[in-house]
């Protein structure tokens, strides 16, 4: 069923990233997460969505790791309270974790992050990674944004828009769920969620400048200006707005079942 999305106001958009409409949570709701469960949370970012499953069970064990030392302290500074979850600096193609260590291994839109980091090589080899670190028969949960499943005019221009900047990239649905066959894997739920919230030019602005000036500093990956992403998609934004994570898709994956 096609979607229309409504325009984020400006006192909706300035503490947006954080609550996404409860999306994170309404996502860990889905995951099969039971008590005394070892969960580790790939390209953590933040921490948002190891807290939001921190919140599911009790005597959880959550680790978060991220590539990026700047997302590492922001992300142990937000999850302070909660003392089930450990963030640490790790590189999530090449892990040091030990075989069979996690029940269950998520990710919450961080897959384009680490295609940014290592290309698609790097996401092949970050899904093996994963189901050698998983005991066996656990699950893989991952939430994407494939381009084909975007809706709106505005959900493509984002996945464009991110892809163009910094080579934050979406690989197809089945493109992931090939990885997911060959690492081993069977695919056993495909979920859409849904916000219907977009960006307003203005809005849009604020992303693409913030990209431009700071992926070059987190991620040390080169960009283009401001101007040149504007040139390229300024008319279209202007027309449709700019997805927010507007639409994703989560996907359920189980090692070697059935």
């Known amino acids: 069923m096609y979607m229309i999305e409504e325009y984020l106001s400006d006192e909706e958009y300035e503490d947006y990233f954080p609550k996404l409409d409860n999306l994170r949570k309404k996502i860990a709701y889905a995951l099969p997460v039971e008590q005394n469960m070892s969960i580790l949370d790939l390209a953590t970012g933040y921490g948002y969505f190891a807290i939001e499953i921190a919140k599911l069970e009790k005597n959880l064990k959550i680790i978060g790791i991220d590539i990026s030392q700047n997302d590492v302290l922001n992300a142990k500074k937000n999850v302070k309270k909660y003392s089930c979850i450990e963030i640490t600096q790790m590189n999530a193609s090449k892990m040091s974790f030990s075989n069979g260590s996690f029940d269950i291994v998520v990710n919450f839109l961080g897959l384009e992050d680490i295609h940014m980091t290592r290309g698609k090589d790097g996401v092949y080899k970050t899904f093996h990674e994963v189901y050698r ?14 381009p084909e499943e975007m809706e709106t005019e505005a959900q493509k221009i984002e996945v464009e828009v991110f892809s163009y900047i910094c080579n934050a990239t979406w690989l197809s649905g089945r493109e992931y769920e090939n990885m997911l066959k060959e690492a081993g894997f069977t695919l056993i739920s495909k979920t859409n969620y849904f916000t219907g919230k977009k960006l307003t030019p203005k809005q849009a602005k604020e992303e693409i400048e913030f990209a431009c000036d700071n992926v070059p500093k987190i991620y040390g ?8 992403v504007w040139a390229k998609f300024g008319y279209g934004i202007e027309k449709n707005g700019m997805g927010h994570y507007s639409k994703t898709v989560l996907m359920i994956a189980r090692k070697g079942y059935p």
């Open 221 to 228: 990956r080169k960009t283009p200006t401001f101007e040149e």
């Open 133 to 146: 670190i998983l005991k066996p028969e656990g699950y893989f949960c991952f939430v994407v944004m494939p």
